[in-house]
Each structure stands twice: as C-alpha cells, then as structure tokens.
C-alpha cells in the first residue's frame, strides 16, 4: 500500500508536524502565477489592463502564456507597482543580480505593436 502525504503527515509530532507545513507555506509563497500575484495585490484584469494601456484580454492572454518577452514582465510587474529584478543562481556561488537585461531587451528588441494584448513581431 502506497503511503499518501497526508497519512504521512499523521505520523508526525505536532512539533514537527507545524514546522513542515510552516515550510510549505514559504515555499508556495515564493512561487506565484502572474494571475496569483495579480489577485494578492488585490487588481482586478480590468484595472491591470488599464494601467498597461492594453484589453482586458490581453492581460489574460499575458497571464496563461508561459513564454514572456521581458519587456512584457517587466510592464506587468510595473503597472501593479513592483519592479523586475533578475537574479541568476549557480550551485557553487551566491545568486548574482543581473542589471541591465530588462532595459537592454526593451532597447534592442523589434519594435511591437500590441493590439488587444497580442504582440506581433514585423517580418
């Protein structure tokens, strides 16, 4: 018989047991969605749409892609009042912040033209 989380779960101390669900806890709040973090700053598509100057379409599609232009991250983070950081992270070193990417990217990519949130690339 297979044993399941929740029988495992059963297992431990109360100690223990509050300390692993504590660590779980910081582990799905380390990772969002854009359509998570969307809804804990409490914007609706509609405004965030808004604020990007695009539908409210668009920002769905922006939310279910899972391929982003960084410029296109970066506008979405912004228009909820964040900031993009980039951070790369090796096994045998500390994490390094990387500057200038997203500004580079949006210097050098092809000029877009976004209608109802779609990107579309000339050529």
Request: no cysteine; aromatic share 2%; net charge positive.
């Amino acid at each position: 018989m297979a044993t399941t989380l929740k029988g495992k779960m059963r297992t431990l101390d109360a100690k223990r047991r509050k300390k692993v669900e504590a660590r779980a806890a910081e582990l799905i709040a380390e990772e969002m969605s854009l359509r998570d973090l969307r809804k804990a700053m409490d914007k609706t598509q509609v405004k965030l749409a808004k604020a990007l100057g695009i539908k409210q379409e668009g920002v769905s599609r922006i939310e279910k892609r899972s391929d982003l232009l960084l410029s296109t991250l970066r506008g979405y983070v912004e228009a909820m009042g964040g900031k993009l950081d980039l951070i790369a992270r090796f096994p045998d070193r500390p994490p390094v912040a990387l500057s200038g990417v997203v500004d580079l990217e949006a210097q050098t990519a092809p000029k877009t033209s976004r209608q109802g949130g779609k990107e579309k690339h000339p050529g």
